[in-house]
C-alpha cells in the first residue's frame, strides 16, 4: 500500500472485511480501543465499523490533545492573552475549546485580545521577529509529534535571542495515558470498559517508535498494532488484532511499517530530551492527574518558558457538569450518551472539546452522522 487510494481502495477492503469476518470468533466480543482521534475520525469517515462483525467494538480512547487538556490550562491560556497582553499564538482547533464559563480563546479575541492562529512553530517564531516590542507566547500543544517543532523554536529563539518570544508548554505523553486507562478501575476491576487490545497511535510512534509499547503490552497483557490512520490501515490492524486475541498472544506489532520503526526518531528524540524534561505530574481532562505524563522546558531554556516569565493566577477553573467528555475520554461512554449531544452542543455551539476538536470523538460521530443510521453490523462479503 504506497498511495493514497490503495490505502482506500473498495476491493481490498472486502477482502480485509472477509478475512475479519472469517476469523473473528462468533463466541468471542472483541473490544479494541483506538488511542487516537485520527482513528476515530477514520472510523466514522470511511463507515469502517459498517465492515465489522457484530463483535468486534472500538472503544474511543483520549488520543487528542486538544480534548484531554484540562480546562484549568487552557483558562491560564486566555488569561495570557487577556490580562498579560501577550499575542498568543495557537494552532486553531484550540480557538473555540470552551473554558470555564465559556470563556474562549475565540471571545477572547472578539474582545480584542491578540489571539493569532498560526500553522506551525515558524509562524510563531516569525511574529516574534517581527513585533519586538510585543511578548510573543507560543501555545505548545500536543502529544510526541509536535513537540519537536517546539523543541526546535525554543533552541532557534535562543540562538537568534529572540527574548520576546517564549511557549506555554502543554505537551503529553502518550504511552503514560495508555498506562493509566490500563490501571484505572474501571478497566481492572470493574470491568466497567472492556479492552482486548489497542489501535496503538500513528504519528506519535513516528516519533517515539514502537518499543515504549512493549512494557504495557507484557504487564498488562494487551496487545497492540501501530495502526496507520487510512481506512484499510485501521482494518488490518483490527485483523491483526484479532489473530493475537485468537492466539492469546499479547504482543507489540506494526502495521505502519511504512512510517514507524522500532527505535523511532533518534534525532527528534534527542532534541525533546535536550529542551524538556518530564513533569511529575499533570492534569488530563478525563484522565485526571496522570504521573510522568507530560513535560516542562528545562532550566536551561527557562528564558523562553511562559510559565515563568509571567505569573498565572488562574485558580477556580470549572468544566461544565454535564458535559460528558471526561467519559468519553475514558472510554466509559460514547458520544450518544450525551444527552447535550446533537442538541445543545454542536461543532456550530460545542460545549466540550470533544466536539470543537477534528479529532474528538463527539465531532467524528456528528460530522459523519451515522449515529443517525441502524448499524448494519453484516460482514462485506
Ligand atoms: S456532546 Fe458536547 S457536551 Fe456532550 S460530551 Fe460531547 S463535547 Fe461534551
Not at 183 to 198: H, M, N, T
Not at 341 to 370: D, H, K, L
Amino acid at each position: 500500500m504506497k498511495y493514497v487510494d490503495e490505502y482506500r481502495d473498495q476491493e481490498l477492503a472486502k477482502t480485509i472485511a472477509g478475512a475479519i469476518a472469517t476469523e473473528a470468533d462468533p463466541e468471542v466480543s472483541y473490544h479494541f480501543m483506538e488511542f487516537c482521534g485520527g482513528h476515530t475520525h477514520a472510523i466514522f469517515r470511511y463507515g469502517v465499523q459498517d465492515l465489522m462483525p457484530q463483535n468486534v467494538h472500538f472503544v474511543h480512547g483520549p488520543g487528542c490533545p486538544v480534548c484531554v487538556l484540562p480546562v484549568s490550562r487552557l483558562d491560564d491560556a486566555v488569561e495570557l492573552a487577556e490580562r498579560h497582553g501577550v499575542i498568543l499564538c495557537t494552532y486553531g482547533d484550540m480557538m473555540r475549546v470552551p473554558g470555564t464559563k465559556q470563556r474562549s480563546l475565540i471571545r477572547a479575541k472578539a474582545y480584542g485580545a491578540d489571539v493569532r492562529v498560526v500553522y506551525s512553530t515558524l509562524d510563531g517564531l516569525k511574529i516574534a521577529r517581527e513585533n519586538p516590542e510585543r511578548q510573543v507566547v507560543f501555545f505548545a500543544i500536543g502529544f510526541e509529534t509536535t513537540t519537536p517543532p517546539t523543541a526546535v523554536a525554543i533552541k532557534t529563539a535562543q540562538a537568534e535571542g529572540l527574548e520576546n518570544f517564549s511557549a506555554f508548554c502543554n505537551h503529553v505523553l502518550t504511552p503514560a495515558a495508555i498506562s493509566h486507562i490500563l490501571e484505572s478501575p474501571q478497566v481492572r476491576e470493574l470491568g466497567i470498559v472492556k479492552i482486548d487490545g489497542f489501535l496503538g497511535p500513528s504519528h506519535v510512534s513516528s516519533v517515539i517508535g514502537s518499543q515504549p509499547y512493549e512494557f504495557f503490552a507484557e504487564e498488562f497483557q494487551k496487545p497492540v498494532v501501530i495502526a496507520g490512520f487510512e481506512p484499510l490501515d485501521v482494518m488490518q490492524s483490527v485483523l491483526m488484532l484479532i489473530r493475537q486475541v485468537n492466539e492469546s498472544r499479547h504482543e507489540v506489532e506494526n502495521e505502519y511499517t511504512r512510517v514507524v520503526t522500532e527505535e523511532g526518531n533518534l534525532k527528534a528524540q534527542a532534541l525533546v530530551s535536550e529542551v524538556f524534561e518530564l513533569r511529575k505530574t499533570f492534569d488530563w481532562r478525563g484522565l485526571g492527574s496522570v504521573p510522568y505524563s507530560a513535560l516542562r522546558i528545562r532550566n536551561a531554556y527557562a528564558d523562553f518558558d511562559a510559565e515563568k516569565r509571567f505569573e498565572l493566577s488562574v485558580k477556580a477553573s470549572r468544566e461544565v457538569k454535564s458535559c460528558e467528555c471526561p467519559s468519553i475520554l475514558r472510554g466509559v461512554k460514547k458520544p450518544t450518551e450525551c444527552k447535550l449531544f446533537g442538541t445543545v452542543c454542536t461543532p456550530q455551539n460545542p460545549i466540550g472539546s470533544c466536539m470543537v476538536s477534528s479529532e474528538g470523538a463527539c465531532a467524528a460521530y456528528w460530522t459523519y452522522g451515522r449515529f443517525r443510521q441502524p448499524k448494519p453490523l453484516e460482514a462485506a462479503e
